[in-house]
């Protein structure tokens, strides 16, 4: 097992790409970047405090259903084992921690991340879906057993499009509210593996995930040829193409792992309900006040642009983008090279 620890371009080579240039080139070629400290000081202390405020709530639910073996709470939130591997962890209403502070909205629409979701998701990026989840630790015998909450999976196996247009439809950001390494639930991944046609033999690996799969599970995640796990420092993010191969390790510290997983989109993708609920919810408190908030949440279309134009890559005029104008491949099918 690979432990993965961001490494920054050589400050002193004049050639060396610029920081957003390196994060580009190094998630093309890896389909995932670290981005450090995304947030820290009072800002970090804030969103942990509302987390906790938040995950307390939902906790009750959760233990109380877990205990019962059934169910799903009255605002839908996972919380027992009959909810596929609902029993490691829990979920909170995206709501329920970002209106909590300020700081909880900022951290969607961190500056620190922006640049890079415009620059590879596209200048049209909005968030999709938003997920507030605890994951509690687990015993070293279970761990054993069963691996982590999750299978070795890509989150979309399916989605051509990015062959054509020669980035990913979607980047996932985790933003880690507490550290993780290699025993505190982290991520882990194989690099590069984005861009294969093929699958590896994922249901050879623990991991839970429900199904009829579950007794072939015989090999522990770790030795999934290829992989890293991502130590990250609590307010550090890990972004990812969710075309690449990854998991979650299990967690056998000593506290619950918090994490924030906002999945990024273009501008013509529908979001989920609770993600719209979310910003009415802000709009109408007066939290969506500058324009990066107000495109990232879905109430307006990119800054300064037309809101068609990704809908196709145009060569020509864009007085009516209702028409397509721009250039396909040559052969339907063919990788963009």
Known sequence: MTTLIETAPNSQDSAAPTPLEGQVEAYKRDGFIIIDDVLQGDELARVQAGFDRAQAVTRVDWEAGRAAGKGVSENGEYYASDTFHGRKYFDIYPLHLLEQDDACVEMITHPRLFPFLSATVGEDVQTATIQVRVLEPQTAEDAQEEGGYVNWHRDHRNDEAWRYTGRPLN??????????????????????????????????????????????????????????????????????????????????????????????CPFYQKQPGVTIEAAVALEASGKLNTPIRRQLFGLEPMTGANGYKRLAQHNGSDTDDRMFKGVRPAVMGEKVK
């Open 171 to 264: 980047t996932k950001v985790l933003v880690y509210l507490t550290d993780v390494g290699p025993d505190d639930g982290c991520t882990a991944c194989v690099p590069g593996s984005h861009l294969w046609d093929h699958e590896p033999d994922h249901l050879e690996f623990k991991g839970m995930g429900g199904g009829e799969s579950q007794p072939t599970k015989v090999r522990d995640q770790r030795d999934m040829p290829g992989m890293v796990a991502a130590e990250v420092k609590a307010g550090s993010a890990f972004l990812f193409n969710t075309r690449l191969w990854h998991t979650t390790l299990p967690n056998t510290g000593d506290r619950d792992r918090w994490a924030v997983l906002t999945l990024y």
